[in-house]
């Protein structure tokens, strides 16, 4: 959450006499901390979707070992050529997922900009680059989305071969 002083809550107008008026700052920080959140919760299901990887292959691993008849366990070939595969689908999430910040930076800084700097001109120049920076996150989010659900395919084939071969 951001702290309130990132969030005015109005701005002063000159016309009027001085009356307060809604500014377009809370609109920009609103932004900011919903695409952080976003983030966030990308970070977290990449993280997660780590995690779920790890520990299905470990305990993919501990049940080779349990096997008493050598010919039923799958091949080493087609193990190595899963664990490729998920490397590769966690390696684009990654990828996908570094992007995130440099976009979210630029957004940051005008942020920053707008609290220190409130006024209409600032806030009419900075609109249009907020929108492409905005437009920017959403299609990362878009991006890493679409990775995890290809992630999260596999682990559901994989779980599934898992319960078959039980």
């Not at 091949?75 to 899963?82: P, V």
């Amino acid at each position: 959450m951001l702290p309130s002083a990132i969030r005015p809550a109005a701005c002063t107008s000159s016309r009027g006499g001085g009356s307060r008026r809604p500014g377009r700052a809370p609109a920009r920080s609103d932004a900011l901390e919903r695409a952080e959140k976003r983030a966030s919760a990308v970070h977290d299901r990449v993280q997660q979707v780590r995690d779920v990887s790890k520990d299905l292959f470990k305990e993919w691993e501990d049940g080779l070992k349990k096997y008493s008849d050598r010919g039923l366990p799958p091949r080493a070939s087609a193990s190595c050529a899963r664990r490729k595969q998920a490397d590769t689908v966690i390696a684009a999430m990654t990828r996908a997922e570094k992007r995130l910040d440099p976009v979210l930076k630029p957004m940051r800084d005008r942020v920053l900009f707008l609290k220190h700097n409130l006024n209409a001109k600032a806030l009419g120049g900075l609109t249009g680059e907020l929108t492409s920076i905005q437009g920017d996150v959403d299609a990362l989010v878009a991006d890493l989305q679409a990775s995890v659900a290809e992630a999260d395919g596999f682990i559901k084939t994989m779980q599934a071969e898992q319960k078959e071969a039980q």
